[in-house]
């Protein structure tokens, strides 16, 4: 069994690397910075680069050394949050409100690791394509490298993803087969009506208040009273916005309730566009007021094919062991635009632990705290170049 580090003898500029792109954060369709540092890298390797794929995706080819026709893909996303972060560390985040806090930087930093390896060992066959992608976080980077034929200009016969989970000890990893990450959208309802004066004459106005409350509290029915007992779904309201808090006695003419709604079975993903549409517009109607829907399902159900999870298994346990790789986690809420890649090709999704205190507190993904922990640098880059040797037999 390797240790991790052989894989990276150049830890220290990967560092660098992560805690450059992690100070200079930029959201999806935006990551040029990090696009051109990445393509200056693959290309000071020696790697075939393509630039520019769905905007600002890269694609990296390395062709082995040994006869072989099949090919695979690696893939790592570049996109940040729209975020304040608040960690004050040395490298924190040098653009307001524009934050790593889902860890994007080291995914990116390990696929390079991995890249400047198997640039140095071509001893497989076939080929291995590094897939760095854009605007994982809900801009749709995913299809649009689909859309600018990612698969058709760069072929794979099964692709790979990778994602950080904090809580998780460093060296461990996360998969299951089937199901493991959840489809999603974010949905607006918009409602509307003439407004008025709160305190002279509400009879006379349109109350958007009233429909609004009733649909926030309805939806939380949708689950229980809608949806089989026996598949998962959660719909949450996380925007709340209408009037001015500076005229809180006029009754605002439009309100908006946004949120995101979750699922894994397909059927249900049509049972939630249905009754938070219903339930918008009949609370309208009944008050006197119109409402309008709007759904962007950014994501798809993360589905792990049965072969490449054997071999994402068996890359993991090369690396780190079978007791480090737990191969029966419960799959989760979050959602991956990954997923819109494996319904063209079969892939596996697998996390990679991000560490823990000593308390066993950590902060998570998608909070002002996070930071990505280097010491799973090693582990990432390992993984990758193990990939290649189960898919390609890379001889050591």
């Known amino acids: 069994m390797p240790t991790p580090t052989e894989f990276t003898p150049n ?40 630039t520019g794929i769905g905007g600002t995706g890269i694609v990296g080819t390395i062709k082995g050394k040994l006869p072989g026709q099949r090919s695979i893909g690696l893939r790592a996303d570049m996109d940040a949050l729209a975020m304040q972060e608040h960690t004050n560390l040395p490298y924190a985040s040098t653009e307001p409100g524009r934050m790593h806090a ?34 994982e976080e809900g801009r749709g980077g995913a299809a649009k490298m689909l859309q600018d034929g990612l698969f058709e200009r760069f072929p794979c016969d099964a692709i790979y993803g990778m994602h950080n989970w904090p809580g998780t000890p460093v060296g461990q990893f ?21 407004g008025g004066h709160g305190g002279n004459a509400p009879h006379l106005s349109t ?52 949120g995101t709604a979750r699922y894994f ?72 635009d990954f997923s819109f890649m494996m319904q063209q090709k079969p892939g596996a999704f697998i996390f990679l632990g991000n560490g823990a205190n000593e308390d066993g507190s950590f902060h998570g993904v ?7 922990n280097d010491a799973a640098i090693p582990y990432g880059v390992g993984y990758w170049v193990s990939v290649v040797e189960q898919e390609l037999k890379l001889q050591a």
């Open 265 to 336: 079975n397909p059927p249900v993903k049509d049972i939630l566009e249905t009754r938070i549409t219903a339930l918008a517009q009949q609370l309208a109607t009944l008050h006197g007021a119109t409402a309008e829907l709007y759904f962007d399902w950014i994501a798809l159900p993360v589905f792990n094919a049965d072969e490449p999870t054997d071999v994402a298994i068996a890359a993991a346990s090369f690396l780190v062991g079978t007791n480090a790789v737990n191969t029966e986690i419960r799959p989760v809420t979050g959602g991956e």
């Open 207 to 258: 109350d958007l208040s009233i429909p609004a409350a009733h649909f926030i509290l309805g939806l939380q029915t949708i689950v229980g009273r809608n949806i089989s007992a026996f598949d998962t779904a959660v719909i949450s309201v996380g925007h709340l916005g209408g009037g001015a808090l500076a005229a809180c006695n006029v009754l605002p003419a439009e309100i908006t309730v946004g």
């Open 11 to 50: 830890l220290p500029e990967l560092i660098a690397i992560r805690r450059d792109i992690h100070a200079h954060p930029e959201l999806g369709l935006e990551e040029h910075r990090t696009a051109a540092l990445v393509a200056s890298k693959l290309r000071e390797w020696g790697i075939e680069t393509t």
């Open 102 to 135: 889902c860890g994007h930087d080291g995914h990116t930093t390990m696929l390079l690791g991995a890249a400047r390896y198997l640039s140095e060992h071509r001893d497989f066959s076939g080929t291995v394509q590094l897939i760095f992608q854009p605007a």
């Open 366 to 372: 998608h909070t002002p705290l996070y930071d990505f």
């Open 174 to 194: 996360g998969i299951c087969k089937g199901g493991m990450m959840a489809g999603g959208c974010t949905f607006h309802a918009t409602f509307r009506g003439t």
